[in-house]
């Protein structure tokens, strides 16, 4: 069974700052890696999808890796704003099942 | 994409009740998935609804707890059963398209 793993699990920095947010995955038969937003109490909004073939992808202020052999992901987050304070969660889906796995989420603040 | 509506988006229950979450998809999809996510937790699939055969659970959910229906190709339910403090958490619904996956904005129950 795939295991998904991020690290940190709570993250604070200033306003301004980049950051990175990891995500770790056991099982690299991968199809693809999602990464979402959740604001308190609410559902998830996509942010960022890699599909298996790709190994990057940009968004504003957002850029996704992906590399499959080490099993890692990462989110990129440039020149951080109060606004973007939330859960960020990646999702692994196995390319054997129509079903994701998630992330134990990072918890970000954004200090202004 | 896929535009995911979900009602309620939140309610306080007493313990021994029940209720039915809905889930609403504005194009037809196969499948539809329901997660649960506890406070502080990722999110962990309860079962995986197909319209015209039984929802399919995840290890550690029951029918008799999480009945599930999914009368069309757009539309699926998920009653929480005889509700015990425990069963506090967000509720979320999901398709998924080619690549990637959609979300309701989730249901935040209480049960008191």
């Known amino acids: 069974k795939q295991e998904v793993t991020q690290i940190p699990a709570a993250l604070s920095v200033p306003e301004g700052e980049n950051l990175v947010l990891n995500c770790s995955f056991t099982?690299?038969?991968?199809?693809?890696l999602q990464w979402f937003r959740q604001d308190p109490g609410k559902g998830l909004t996509s942010l960022l999808l890699?599909?298996?073939?790709?190994r990057e992808q940009t968004s504003g202020r957002l850029n996704a890796s992906l590399d499959k052999s080490s099993g890692r992901s990462t989110l990129y987050i440039a020149a951080s704003q109060p606004g973007d304070s939330a859960t960020y969660l990646c999702?692994?889906?196995?390319?054997?099942?129509?079903?994701?796995?998630f992330g134990t989420g990072t918890s970000l603040t954004v200090i202004p | 994409s896929a535009v995911i509506s979900q009602k309620p988006s939140r309610d306080i229950c007493q313990r021994g009740t029940s209720l039915t979450i809905q889930c609403q998809v504005d194009?037809?999809?196969?499948?539809m998935f329901w997660y649960r996510q506890q406070p502080g937790q990722s999110l962990t699939l309860i079962a995986t609804?197909?319209?015209?055969?039984?929802?399919?659970?995840e290890s550690g959910f029951v029918i008799d707890k999480f009945p599930i229906s999914r009368p069309n190709l757009t539309f699926s339910t998920l009653t929480v059963s005889n509700m015990s403090p425990e069963d506090s958490s967000i509720y979320l619904c999901?398709?998924?398209?080619?690549?990637?996956?959609?979300f309701g904005q989730g249901t935040r129950l209480t049960v008191v």
């Open positions: 999901s398709v998924t398209g080619v690549t990637e996956a959609f």
């Open positions: 099982d690299s038969a991968i199809y693809n």
């Open positions: 890699i599909q298996s073939s790709q």
């Open positions: 999702a692994a889906i196995p390319a054997y099942r129509n079903q994701f796995y």
């Open positions: 194009s037809q999809v196969t499948m």
């Open positions: 609804a197909n319209q015209g055969s039984e929802a399919t659970y």
